[in-house]
């Protein structure tokens, strides 16, 4: 666990993740989450050459409908590549 904050009346509990590789390009990763939501709010990446990179959520939308259509793979989109059907 790391710092809550108030940002824009919101409290924002953070958690550092740190990785295990001692040689990953990524320092730690901060990862923001809604104390009242508990949804994600935000991920702060800070990267072993000093470079940080957020990740904000501005819409978080639950229990949408998705037609059935996304889930069916079609394979005349992908005339181009080699398809291995596994049966």
């Known amino acids: 666990m790391d710092i809550v ?3 824009r009346g919101r409290k924002i509990q953070y958690i550092k993740l740190t990785p295990i590789d ?3 390009e ?3 990763v901060l990862l923001g989450i809604d104390i009242n939501t508990k949804h ?3 991920l702060i990446e800070i990267g072993s050459n000093a470079t940080k990179t957020t990740l ?3 819409a978080f939308k639950t229990n949408q409908p998705l037609p ?3 889930f069916v793979f079609d394979a005349t989109k992908y ?3 080699f ?3 596994l049966d």
């Open 40 to 42: 994600v709010y935000n």
């Open 26 to 28: 990524i320092n730690y």
């Open 83 to 85: 398809i291995n059907n």
């Open 5 to 7: 904050q108030n940002i």
């Open 56 to 58: 904000t959520i501005n």
């Open 22 to 24: 001692s040689n990953a």
């Open 79 to 81: 005339s181009d590549y």
């Open 68 to 70: 059935d259509s996304l």
